[in-house]
């Protein structure tokens, strides 16, 4: 087998096909080409493949985390824009009975309340943490896995706060001004073609495979204020906090719109309540570790898979969560978790990555 | 000299390569290896990522031509990338200076 079919074929096992496997083939094609025998001096074609798809892999998915914020930018636009737009302030809330049925109502309400916040967490999270390590040329598979995850979290959630925003538009389209619904329609129809497009970028991003071993890192490492805290150690609490910050906020904001305790205190508790609800769902989607998900799924998932299956990076790095908390709770010295984090990064079946978890409580693995 | 003594600075070097004239991989590896006598030995394929990826940050710009009937890739340098080469100059010269007055 040449030289060029073995880079082909790597390149190929990496995920990087089409246009971008074609052009590199092409271009060490004609530098073979240029000096017959040159082969000899072009290096590992594994090494070389390795290294395409490890830059590759960081700078899309990096990019496409950034092609998602802006995409929501332009759904927030379309949910803000509509609500100041001059003189709308008292007739855009006509009374959720005069729309045309609750059956679009509610679901709007979900899209427009709910949906926002998770977009903005995630999509936070993720452009942050493509920030912060913006000048890398090659981030951990894992970590880039997480970025991901967080940017199609975040995508689904501004699709759904624009669904929300036509629906809205659909129930009141007999009671609301021509105007207003043209506007606020058509900055919907805006924003889901850039979230649409945005959506197409995560999509290739995920299809090349980096090779790099190494922590996703967590919500914690993203935010440095809290990184050293209590909270560190009582992950669960940050959940709560936030939800309760959040419902307070809320409570206040709208205690003063509204101008009355009753409506504020009602609002505040429902965005509480929604913000821990999502937390529980998707907390561990995002890196908070220790959200409830996180017991239940790593303590039945390890379990119970045959020990010679292979190790994936979402398994390494939630074993490497688990011993993080099993620092945290003063179970493992520093010198252990430094030592099992080495071995958890380099396992490759999942009975090497239970090995490292021995001697921790059986219900958090 | 062996590759790493390169580490980091491949890129600066590609950009002083292609300042002049724009050109096709294998015509940049010359250019350093003549400029550098030789020093350099570095495994040739390394030059390719490093090409995409300085077109991925903009430095660089390439298009398809068609010369003595192959087709290959012909990379020049862009606004931003003669702006980073200069900046990367500066610095460079600061820390050579520096290290050979140190060094006597």
């Known amino acids: 087998m040449s030289w060029l079919d073995r880079l082909a074929r790597e390149l190929a096992a990496r995920g990087l096909t089409g246009g971008d496997r074609r052009r590199i083939i092409l271009e060490l094609d004609d530098h073979i080409a240029c000096e017959p025998g040159v082969e000899a001096r072009l290096g590992d074609p594994v090494e070389l493949a390795a290294t395409f798809a490890d830059e590759l892999a960081t700078s899309t998915a990096r990019r496409s985390a950034y092609v998602v914020f802006a995409a929501l930018v332009t759904a927030a636009v379309a949910l803000i824009v509509p609500q100041l737009a001059p003189g709308t302030a008292s007739n855009i809330f006509p009374g959720f009975t005069s729309g045309l049925s609750l059956w679009l109502f509610f679901p709007a309400l979900l899209g427009m309340y709910v949906a926002p916040q998770v977009a903005l967490v995630a999509g936070t999270l993720a452009a942050w943490r493509a920030v912060r390590h913006r000048r890398d040329l090659v981030r951990p598979a894992a970590e880039l896995a997480l970025v991901r995850r967080r940017a199609w979290i975040a995508l689904g959630a501004g699709l759904a706060t624009v669904a929300g925003i036509e629906l809205y538009v659909l129930d009141f389209v007999a009671v609301l001004p021509a105007w207003w619904l043209v506007l606020t329609g058509g900055l919907g129809a805006v924003a889901a073609c850039a979230l649409l497009f945005a959506g197409k970028e995560l999509a290739s991003a995920g299809e090349l495979r980096s090779g790099t071993t190494g922590p996703a890192g967590d919500v914690f490492d993203d935010l440095p204020i809290i990184h050293y805290s209590w909270l560190r150690r009582h992950p669960w609490a940050l959940g709560a906090l936030g939800s309760m910050l959040v419902g307070l906020a809320m409570t206040l904001f709208m205690a003063h719109a509204e101008r009355s305790v009753t409506e504020g205190l009602q609002r505040g508790v429902f965005e509480a309540l929604a913000a821990a609800v999502g937390f529980v769902l998707l907390g561990r989607k995002i890196g908070v570790p220790g959200s409830p998900r996180l017991a239940i799924q790593s303590g039945a998932g390890l379990a119970r898979i045959p020990a010679e299956r292979l190790a994936g990076d979402e398994d390494r790095s939630r074993v490497e969560q688990v011993l993080r908390e099993g620092f945290g709770q003063g179970r493992l010295t520093l010198e252990q978790l430094t030592a099992r984090l080495e071995v958890a990064h380099g396992a490759r079946t999942i009975g090497e990555l239970r090995q490292t978890l021995k001697g921790l409580p059986p219900d958090e693995r | ?104």
């Open chain 2, 1 to 104: 000299m062996r590759a790493d003594a390169l580490n980091g600075q491949l890129d600066v070097l590609i950009l002083a390569t292609l300042a002049d004239e724009a050109g096709h991989g294998y015509v940049i590896l010359q250019r350093l290896r003549q400029r550098s006598s030789g020093a350099f030995d570095l495994a040739e394929g390394t030059l390719y990522p490093a090409l995409h990826r300085l077109e991925r940050d903009g430095l660089l710009s390439s298009s398809w031509s068609v010369q003595s009937g192959r087709r290959r890739r012909v990379y020049e340098i862009t606004r931003a990338g003669r702006a980073a080469l200069s900046t990367r100059r500066q610095d460079w010269t600061q820390f050579a200076t520096a290290v050979e007055a140190v060094l006597g």
